[in-house]
């Protein structure tokens, strides 16, 4: 633990340095990211050491703040949150070196080390209030690293959009803890006192939590803030964002729900109706954009949807006492967070890269830059085949102990089966548009002919912005072909959160390494097929004629690289067969003339919870303060009139 | 784990191409022609593999991508299928997830190697197979785990042995996952009602424009993994259906193999006297297998005891 | 409960599917005539003893809803000289969903109300899915010869859930059900008939001319 104080007080310090290194040399300046890495990944080490052996250490200081004490506890969960915090973070500040290169960077570095340590903070912190300062200071650094590019306008508005969506959720957290405390006047977790979970008072704890911390996590429909803030913060930012920063909302969320040793089996449910509505609609809306970072943010939506279904197979195991239904589907849950981290990571860094060269996020713009990007185009594949959950990558495995669950849930009959099998269509509906959508994603931006012509200026990443990308996409590889490791290794935070004894824990495991080691042969059985094939292929290509020629044009002797399908028309049958969902915008286009000259198409998906539901209750909401508007009037003595006219009652009231 | 012998999987290396033969010569018979060769399928593949290529300057490794992990991925899938009474080679809880996973990387690099070419035609195509398998998956999905509802089976081997007793026992449920297994059979080989193979028109065609660029050895990949693919979801519908199964070896192989037989004739006598749906009606006919899927299901749930 | 008779209830289901996703008006009629003929076959399969009750209903239920009512729908459809396509307002594929859940919801209904043991409990969420199939038509269609048709779906499924309290029910209230349904398809005709006389379209979201 004093390790990890250490790294994170390094951290900080580094913050602070880069604070002020706008005003020194040129290489001072790689000081601050430095030393932000270098702690970074000195705090792994105790991390990694809880995370392996389930050992748990804490730490306690007194507080002088009401209800307060600052008290920290690493325990598995804790570690399994904090080695993506802290790996990731390393991370992406080695590529935000070379992303931001010249300019005022010593703002960007203060705020990315507060991130970094309040996040830490959020995982280690057992006293609310500590927990609530952690995460206002994680929601405020965060806005001000979204903010970073604020001469643009649409960077403010999003910037403002996702702080008033942040402090929503944390009235709702605040609320929560309140009541959960009520009993205690120092507001720590173990001092809590717990109603029983099918009470009334369990039920609106669990809807305070679920509000709160799903606005942090993205559910449907509280998502509409990371379509916003996504693209519009740097690169490096949006992937530290999706990869832990929303992880925050998963990490809270599990934490509540460990409260309950036996949870209610309506907040299954409801966690698998969350899950299903935010898996199905995120990827609908992502398959539907033209901007390419604003369709990785909507996946985020999508696979917070499918951590929430893993979460809820989890719940409803534990409520049920199906001891197989709450491992596997908290293990798929939890390992989706991590996969997760890592391939939204290397996409968003990897689209960062992209917009960086070519100046423009536009996917009906982009085109051919496998051959001009070879690096991050590979990195790029890498991370969209994983998350579209297919073998032999990390995202199959997450969603293969999802569907296992699904499958010990089937057998339980009743609603619980019948919740199990909308879990397995539903997973096999978001994996199939998945896939569409990276097709789309990945093969307009780096395959086929440049569209545009922006990318002839377009060269390959730096080297530090290429090894992040290249790391994590090897751990991506990785965990997809020792996936029976990962689970052994993971085994203190399953046995932790499924709350079994070892007796009934072990059996469970083995069997679920002992499955998961033959998905990994037969990964191997694929890799020694595609080797041989491809050696065979090639083989015959360096001994038979090889000719090389333009692409199959049907005869049409003229094909220009603005003919090809571009990412749109790719999703048109998609956009149509949904629609009645999507609401996609066909502005009409008017054509004068008998022999009309240019004509042009735009289609706009705007979000509908936003257009729909969010837009006219706020425009009510203001419609109905406005009336407020008459106690601003700005005369000073009323003001102290009121400060009076308050005391006075309150004083009442207290004595009264 | 593994149980079952490697028979069917030799013999799907082995005899899979017969199957497009079979339904050649069944549509041949339909329309009065004499028809290729049966063994025509092989003939293509040996003599693609000794050619040349040509390839578009376009293209980059992603192109070789698509025909080589797709067939490298439906010969591993072929691990965990069984085979009417044969049990599949690997057998393991969850492994018809893994066969839906492989066959989404094979169609995932397929469409991608489609869109390296740059060219529009290949683009459609990739678009409409990405579009309609991002339905069949889910309705492929519902109809396996509709049998693992009642029977608590975990595997595709258990799941098919399962379903067949349910022929005798709950027929109407047997009848509509079964109905439902062979609309995601014909969608995914793309074969008539959905897709026509013969179409000659690149603007009609789904699943053969998107593979208009290859040639040579890439292209004889393509044709043996079709040719492999319509044996894995064969296998399955004839696996399903108790008429093909019997439980000695030597017995059980020929039953299978008739029951595969069928099936190509089958296909073969849809794709003579049906019509192709228009594009637009394709997504209904997958909402009805899936919801063909899913009433079976409901069904199993102890509706209909 | 025998196998033939699930298979009867599971036909009556799908067909209730097909009428949700199918675009054709003329294919619409064809199913409720399928949906009159189930209906008609329904008793005698069903392991209880037959009746001279069952034999009249039955008999009703073919001639009525399988032979005439279709037959008029047919001639309606070739006077009104309407497109024979059915215009939802709700997409085919999202009815298709929304018919899954419905049937859904069915199952559920029937296993949470009370009734008889006795009942098979296949024939209640049936007859309750196409009551709730009707309505579903009703609201989602655009053309009045469409919202007729919608209504004998919800018929259908009140004669269907007689069928499955059968032993409940008295004749008389049947067949004045019956008798009902024949006066109000004979009227609904007629109204057709008109509304296409003095418009040209039966398109009911245009009626709302009338309101004053």
Redesign the interface.
């Known amino acids: 633990m004093e390790t990890l104080l250490a790294a994170l007080l390094g951290i900080l310090l580094s913050a602070v340095f880069g604070a002020i290194s706008d005003r020194l040399p040129g290489r001072w300046r790689r000081l601050a990211p430095a030393g932000l890495v270098v702690s970074s990944l000195l705090g792994l080490l105790p991390v990694l050491k809880t995370l392996l052996q389930g050992e748990i250490s804490a730490f306690r200081l007194p507080w002088g703040v009401p209800g307060g004490s600052f008290s920290l506890l690493l325990d598995p969960l804790s570690a399994f949150f904090l080695l993506f915090v802290l790996g990731l973070s390393s991370l992406a500040a080695t590529y935000a070196v070379e992303y931001l290169e010249a300019g005022r960077t010593g703002f960007f570095w203060f705020f990315f080390g507060v991130l970094t340590v309040s996040m830490s903070m959020v995982t280690l912190a057992r006293n609310a209030v500590l927990f609530l300062v952690a995460w206002e200071i994680m929601t405020l650094a965060s806005f001000f690293l979204v903010t970073f590019e604020d001469e643009h306008l649409p960077v403010r508005r999003a910037g403002w959009f996702y702080l008033a969506a942040s402090h929503v959720g944390t009235a709702f957290l605040l609320l929560l803890f309140v009541l959960l405390g009520r009993g205690t006047p120092v507001l720590d977790f173990d001092l809590f006192s717990f109603p029983a979970a099918e009470t009334l008072e369990a039920g609106v704890l669990f809807a305070l939590a679920l509000v709160g911390f799903g606005v942090k996590a993205g559910f449907v429909p509280l998502h509409i803030w990371l379509p916003e803030a996504h693209p519009a913060a740097p690169s490096p930012v949006s992937a530290l964002m999706s990869g832990v920063l929303i992880k925050m909302g998963i990490y809270g969320l599990v934490r509540v729900l460990g409260f309950w040793s036996v949870p209610s089996v309506a907040w299954g449910k409801i966690l698998i109706l969350v899950g299903l509505s935010s898996g199905i609609l995120g990827v609908l809306f992502a398959l539907a954009q033209h901007d390419l970072k604003r369709l990785l943010a909507y996946h985020s939506v999508e696979n917070i949807g499918i951590i929430a279904l893993g979460l809820g197979l989890g719940v409803l195991g534990k409520s049920l006492n199906q001891p197989l239904l709450a491992v596997w589907g908290m293990g798929g849950g939890l390992l989706h967070v991590a996969n997760h981290a890592m391939f939204k990571s290397v996409l968003f860094l990897g689209a960062g890269a992209v917009a960086r060269t070519t100046g423009t996020r536009d996917m009906d713009r982009l ?2 830059l ?2 001009k990007m070879p690096w991050t185009g590979g990195c790029f ?1 890498v991370g969209a ?1 994983a998350i ?4 032999p990558l990390n995202g ?1 495995v997450s ?2 102990l999802i ?2 669950g ?2 010990h849930g ?2 339980a ?1 009743g609603l619980p ?2 919740f199990s ?1 909308s879990v ?6 978001i ?3 998945a ?2 959508c ?3 994603a ?3 931006v780096f ?3 440049p569209r545009n012509g922006a990318e002839h200026a377009a060269r390959e990443a730096g080297p530090l912005m290429r090894w992040p990308m290249g790391i994590l996409a090897a751990v991506c590889v990785l965990v997809g072909l020792f996936p029976g490791v990962v689970v052994e290794a993971l085994s203190p935070l399953l046995r932790q959160v499924s709350g079994l004894s070892p007796a009934d824990f072990s059996p469970i495991k083995e ?1 679920m390494t ?2 998961l080691e ?2 990994s042969r ?1 990964a191997f ?3 020694a ?2 080797l ?3 050696g ?2 090639a083989w ?2 360096r001994r ?11 005869g049409f002797a003229a ?1 220009s ?1 603005r ?3 571009s990412a749109s ?6 956009t149509d ?1 949904f629609r ?1 969902v999507l609401r996609t915008r066909f502005p009409p286009t008017v054509l004068r003339d008998l022999f009309p000259t240019e004509s042009a198409l735009h289609t706009k998906t705007p979000d509908v919870f936003h257009e729909e539901l969010y837009r006219p209750l706020f425009g009510r909401l203001k419609e109905t303060l406005l009336h407020g508007r008459r106690l601003q009037h700005g005369r000073l003595q009323l003001y102290v009139l009121y400060i009076v006219a308050t005391l006075v009652a309150l004083l009442v009231w207290s004595r009264g | ?1 593994a149980d079952g012998s490697m028979t069917n999987v030799f013999l799907a290396a082995v005899l899979s191409p017969l199957l497009l033969g079979v339904i050649n010569r069944t549509k041949a018979f339909f329309a009065g022609r004499k028809g290729v060769p049966l063994g025509q399928a092989y003939y293509d593949a040996a003599k693609l ?12 490794p ?1 192109f ?1 991508l698509g ?3 797709g ?3 439906m ?2 899938a072929l ?1 965990f299928v069984p085979l009417g009474g044969l049990p599949a080679a ?1 057998s ?4 018809w ?2 066969l ?3 066959l ?2 094979a ?2 690099l397929t ?2 190697s489609a ?10 195509g ?3 197979e ?2 309609f ?10 109809a396996l ?2 049998l ?2 009642k029977g ?1 089976a ?1 595997s595709l081997n258990d799941l098919c042995a399962f379903a067949s007793t349910l022929f005798a026992e709950n027929l109407p449920a047997a009848v509509l996952v079964a109905a439902a297994l062979f609309i995601v059979y014909l969608t995914e080989n793309a074969r008539l009602p959905v897709d026509d193979p013969n179409t000659h028109l ?1 603007l009609t065609m789904i699943h053969e424009v998107m593979v ?2 290859h040639s ?3 292209f004889g ?1 393509v044709v043996y993994g079709t040719a492999v693919k319509l044996w894995i979801f064969g296998s399955i519908v004839v696996s399903v259906c108790p008429l093909f199964r019997a439980a000695s070896a030597p017995f059980g192989v020929l039953v299978a193999l008739a029951g595969l037989l069928a099936v190509a004739v089958l296909t073969g006598v849809v794709e003579s006297v049906m019509a192709r749906l228009r594009l637009l009606r394709v ?1 209904l006919l997958i909402a009805g297998a899936g919801v063909s899927a ?1 009433v079976g ?1 409901i069904l199993l ?2 509706v209909g005891r | 409960m025998s196998a033939w008779d699930q298979a009867l209830w599971v036909a009556f289901i799908l067909l209730n599917f097909l009428l949700l996703g199918t675009s054709r008006l003329s294919v619409c009629v064809r199913v409720l005539s399928a949906q009159g003929f189930l209906l008609a076959a329904l008793p005698w399969l069903s392991s209880s003893a037959i009746t001279g009750h069952t034999v009249v209903l039955s008999a009703a239920s073919a001639l009525l809803k399988g032979l005439v009512f279709p037959w008029f729908f047919m001639r309606a459809l070739d006077a009104a000289e309407v497109r024979r396509e059915v215009e939802p307002y ?2 085919f ?2 009815s298709l969903f929304v018919g899954l859940a419905a049937l ?1 919801f069915c199952v559920w209904l029937a296993r949470a109300l009370p009734h008889p043991s006795a009942v098979s409990n296949v024939a209640l969420p049936a007859s309750l899915f196409a009551l709730m199939t009707g309505l579903f038509l009703i609201v989602s269609r655009k053309k009045a010869i469409t919202q007729a048709l919608a209504y004998l779906v919800m018929e259908n499924g009140a004669t269907a859930l007689g069928m499955a309290l059968l032993h409940w029910e008295p004749l008389v209230v049947e067949l004045g059900i019956l008798l009902d349904l024949f006066a109000a398809v004979f009227v609904m005709g007629i109204a057709v008939y008109h509304i296409n006389r003095e418009f040209d379209h039966i398109d009911t979201d245009r009626l709302n001319y009338l309101k004053d």
């Open positions: 085109g051919g496998l051959r594949l085949a579209t959950g297919i073998p199959f969603e293969f569907f296992c699904a499958f089937l057998k009959g089966a019948l099998y397995v269509m539903g997973l096999g509906l994996g199939g548009l896939a569409a990276f097709a789309k990945f093969g307009a395959l086929g002919e069997t002992g499955t033959v998905v037969i059985v694929f890799l097929g595609v041989g094939l491809w065979f292929a015959r290509a038979g004629a090889v000719a090389k020629s333009v692409t199959w044009d049907c094909p690289p003919m090809q399908y028309s790719f999703a048109q049958p998609f067969f009645g | 784990m593999l000794r050619k040349g290529m040509v390839l578009s300057r376009t293209t980059t992603v070789w025909p080589v992990a067939l490298a991925a010969t591993s691990l690997v393991f809880p969850g492994d997830i893994l839906a996973g492989l989404a990387l169609r995932f469409v991608l869109l390296d070419t740059g060219s529009s035609f290949e683009g459609m990739a678009s409409r990405a579009f398998a991002s339905l069949t998956e889910p309705v492929f999905l519902s785990a509709a693992s509802l608590g975990s690149e208009l660029d040579g050895p890439l990949y997504p899913v299901a749930t102890g | 709700v997409g594929g999202a859904g």
